[in-house]
């Protein structure tokens, strides 16, 4: 009953400005996906890695140098998690599909888990495979919603959003891998979702939530960069 997590990071980071894949982007001297996979190979509950790769030949040729550079670090703390890389898709939903395709026969659990979430702390991680184990098929991690929210049309408002209601929502997102292959084999191409847990909200079945971590933010825009910079450095 092995734990594997699923790593989308075929994304070409298209808020982040012009320049490399997002996940092969730069912070403090590593790149975006070096971050997340070093966070689960440090996580003991992870056997499995599976990355979604940006999908053209260059981009799957870096993520294997990228693993091979992690390897003897992973070696040397005693980590043994397995990893295998795919060429990702068009689509985030695309890209996890393709990822799980791949995955070992034994793994039970499933966790999807954004490269561009790459500060996530190793104790989330855990925590989410422990809420599966615990006996939740789906499970995410959430943040209160810290602004006002509005509904608009166009530049008017039309309503404020009750906030006590809503939550931000993290990744890793964790599943019963027959839960998740199940939503997946029942999702749209032509309409794909945004993270893994609608799948399985609009098959009718529930979803669990944990609380999430400040740190698991997605780096999205250049100023997420600025603040990753900073919350290394004060790691470090
Ligand atoms: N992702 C993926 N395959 C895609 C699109 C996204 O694997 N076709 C991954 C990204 O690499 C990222 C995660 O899904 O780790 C969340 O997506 P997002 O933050 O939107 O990243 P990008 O799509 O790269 O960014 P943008 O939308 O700004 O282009
Ligand atoms: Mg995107």
Same mark, same amino acid.
């Given at each position: 009953h092995r734990v594997a997590v699923v790593v989308? @990071?075929?994304?070409?980071?298209e808020r982040l400005g012009p320049g490399a894949p997002k996940a092969l982007r730069e912070l403090g001297g590593l790149p975006l996906l070096a971050h997340a996979v070093h966070t689960l190979l440090a996580?003991?509950?992870?056997?499995v890695i599976v990355i979604a790769a940006p999908p053209s030949p260059e981009g799957v040729a870096e993520v294997h140098r990228l693993l091979s550079g992690l390897a003897d670090l992973a070696e040397a703390a005693g980590h043994r998690a397995d990893t295998r890389v795919v060429p990702g898709g068009a689509t985030r939903q695309e890209s996890v599909a393709l990822a799980l395709a791949a995955?070992?026969?034994?793994?039970t659990t499933v966790l999807v888990h954004d @490269? +561009?979430? +790459?500060? $996530?702390?190793v104790d989330l991680v855990e925590a989410v495979i422990g809420a599966v184990h615990g006996g939740a098929a789906a499970v995410i991690p959430v943040l209160p919603v810290a602004d006002t929210v509005k509904a608009v049309e166009g530049d008017l408002v039309t309503a404020t959003v009750d906030r006590s209601g809503l939550r931000a929502v993290q990744t890793p997102q964790g599943f019963t891998r027959e839960l998740l292959a199940k939503a997946h084999a029942a999702a749209d191409p032509a309409a794909p +979702?945004?993270?893994d847990a609608g799948l399985v909200e609009a098959l009718g079945l529930p979803v669990r939530t944990v609380p999430g971590h @400040?740190? @698991?933010?997605?780096? $999205? $825009?250049p100023f997420d960069l600025v603040l990753a910079e900073a919350v290394l450095r004060r790691r470090r």
């Open positions: 989308p @990071a075929a994304g070409r980071g996580a003991p509950s992870v056997d995955l070992p026969e034994d793994c @490269a +561009a979430r +790459a500060l $996530t702390p +979702a945004t993270d @400040a740190e @698991a933010f997605k780096i $999205t $825009t």
